[in-house]
């Protein structure tokens, strides 16, 4: 044993090194560890971020479309001569102006029902801050030749509305009169548009032009 006496300080010193590396192996790797959970929360809060604003590009993309096809087409968009209008004003100045066309024709209103904002508009999509969509759906009754007017009346209209659809069917007791149900889609900007002049409007060339995709 007496041997081996000189060999009790580099034992030691072995084991003192080994445990403060235990140690220190146990104090570092947690916070290694974190640092790397970090990192990669970091980089996956990159690739979301990313992911958003090309989402956004392409969204700001759509509206682009849309107001470059109004720009082009030869409709306009209604536009409230006041800021901050609530739904229920934009609504009301195109629905009374699509109710006076129905009266001044001698078309009655059996039925009238509305729908703020469809979710299927393109409209709605990618520019519901900056356009308000109503439909409009009602059930008439008409003769031929003043149903002609009313539809013609709402291709004259200076503003742009879609014709959803258009159903029509003879009276069974009288087949001079009919019975039509009429779907109409009615658009608004949701601020006054400083482009929009009423009284220059451009030439008009149908009311159910096709949405932009």
């Known amino acids: 044993m007496e041997k081996y006496k000189r060999f009790y300080g580099l034992i030691i010193f072995v084991a003192l090194t080994a445990a403060l590396g235990f140690i220190s192996y146990k104090l570092i790797m947690p916070k290694i560890t974190e640092k790397n959970n970090l990192q990669a929360e970091v980089e996956q809060q990159q690739q979301t971020l990313d992911k958003k604003n090309n989402e956004l590009a392409i969204v700001k993309q759509k509206i682009k479309k849309i107001k470059d096809s109004i720009t ?67 059930e008439l009754v008409s003769n031929y030749v003043n149903l002609g007017k009313l539809i013609q009346d709402l291709y004259q209209y200076p503003y742009y509305i879609k014709i959803n659809s258009l159903e029509v069917k003879p009276y069974e007791k009288d087949k001079k009169i009919l019975i039509s149900k009429l779907s109409l889609r009615l658009y608004a900007h949701t601020e006054p548009s400083e482009e929009e002049n009423t009284s220059d409007a451009p030439a008009l060339n149908g009311a159910d032009t096709a949405l932009p995709q």
């Open 72 to 138: 082009t087409s030869q409709k306009k968009i209604y536009s409230p001569i006041e800021s901050d209008l609530g739904n229920d004003t934009l609504f009301f100045t195109l629905y009374n102006d699509v109710i006076e066309m129905v009266h001044s024709n001698t078309v009655k209103i059996k039925s009238i029902s509305y729908k703020y904002n469809p979710e299927t508009d393109a409209f709605v999509k990618f520019g519901k801050d900056v356009y308000f969509v109503c439909d409009v759906d009602m």
